[in-house]
């Protein structure tokens, strides 16, 4: 604890320093190879909507005596159409099928019943119509929607548009990533998975948000002065902050991989599974894009204005000034190192005698 302490106290004075901002290229190459590949399965693999999205009957078949094939061949026989069948930790097997008609369902939830040994009224069925599924994506969409030009707007105000646009390339990062793995893995999307992404977007506004409150008061008059470049500053601010987003980040995560591996995995929860998984994604891409992404961006940005341009130009001159200074041991007088000749003055006896 003391060594992590040491190392946080070090990258707040500037004793010790990691070049975010300077080797932001080399951020902005890793990214882009995590979001091709996540874009890629996306469009390749696409997303294994649930049950809520595309519609269809859902049978809950408890203390099962059959088999998952057993159960996926009388689903499809029944529902003439491909089947999913999983078993939960509690012994419990859930079968989707297509749409059924309610007399349809009723009789296959019989059939199901003799093949499983279980009593016809303990099998919980759910037939959900596709209509239900695009309310619930239009509504997260508007949410969405709504959240980002909420956010936009606050940020504007709060900081500067500058550091808007790069809060919300992050957020977009942070999005593309955590549906990309989905599309990867084959992880099943419910409206579980829709609020752990929404709620990702504010744990990862919320990381970014405090190293551009540093950022901010790093560079507040930073035009004054010639010791420290807007990309030197912002680097400091998120040297300054990295201790504090990294213990924020595991702390964070540390009950939600405890819901992937307790409740997920031992216990079966598979309802959890949705949730956590987004959220676990999410946090760890938004703990890396604040870093590694937002601030970076931002500096890119705000070099681009004409002020900023000129104080790197004068950082630039000082220390070159300085290197040659200490490579020469020329006098560090202002006028000696501008090279400009000064004409002397006369004594001031003579002055007094003209």
Not at 94 to 101: F, I, P, S
Not at 199 to 213: A, H, M, N, Q, R
Request: with cysteine.
């Amino acid at each position: 604890m003391s060594k992590i302490s040491g190392l946080g106290h070090r990258l707040y004075t500037g004793q010790m320093s990691i070049d975010f901002i300077g080797r932001r290229k080399t951020w902005y190459i890793v990214s882009a190879v995590i979001l091709l590949v996540s874009v890629g399965a996306l469009f390749t693999r696409g997303l294994n909507l649930g049950i809520e999205f595309r519609g269809g009957a859902d049978f809950a078949i408890p203390s099962a005596s059959c088999s998952i094939e057993q159960a996926r061949v009388v689903a499809e026989e029944g529902s003439g159409a491909q089947s999913i069948v999983t078993e939960t930790g509690n012994g419990t097997i859930r079968v989707q099928t297509e749409a059924l008609t309610p007399a349809e369902s009723s009789v296959l939830a019989g059939d199901l019943a003799s093949a499983c040994g279980v009593a016809k009224d303990e099998i919980k069925v759910q037939v959900v119509g596709p209509t239900w599924g695009a309310e619930i994506s239009k509504k997260a969409l508007q949410g969405l929607v709504v959240f980002l030009l909420l956010v936009t707007i606050f940020l504007s105000i709060y900081f500067e548009w500058r550091m808007a646009v790069a809060a919300l390339v992050a957020l977009a990062h942070d999005l593309v990533i955590t549906i990309g793995i989905y599309a990867l893995t084959g992880l099943e999307v419910t409206p579980a998975t829709v609020i752990g992404i929404l709620t990702i977007l504010g744990f990862s506004l919320y990381d970014t948000v405090v190293v551009f409150d540093k950022v901010r008061e790093n560079t507040r008059g930073i035009t004054g002065q010639s010791m420290l470049t807007y990309s030197d500053a912002a680097n400091l601010a998120v040297n300054q902050t990295l201790v504090r987003s990294i213990n924020t980040s595991v702390v964070a995560l540390l009950p939600v991989v405890s819901i992937i591996v307790i409740g997920a995995g031992l216990l079966g929860a598979g309802t959890l599974l949705d949730l956590a998984v987004a959220l676990a994604v999410g946090m760890a891409a938004g703990a890396y894009s604040s870093i590694f992404i937002a601030t970076p961006f931002l500096a890119q940005l705000k070099n681009a204005q004409p002020e900023i341009k000129s104080l790197a130009a004068r950082v630039a001159a000082r220390r070159s000034q300085a290197a040659r200074q200490s490579v020469t041991g020329e006098p560090a007088s202002s006028a000696a190192a501008s090279g400009r000749q000064q004409p002397k003055r006369p004594p001031r006896s003579r002055r007094a005698k003209s």
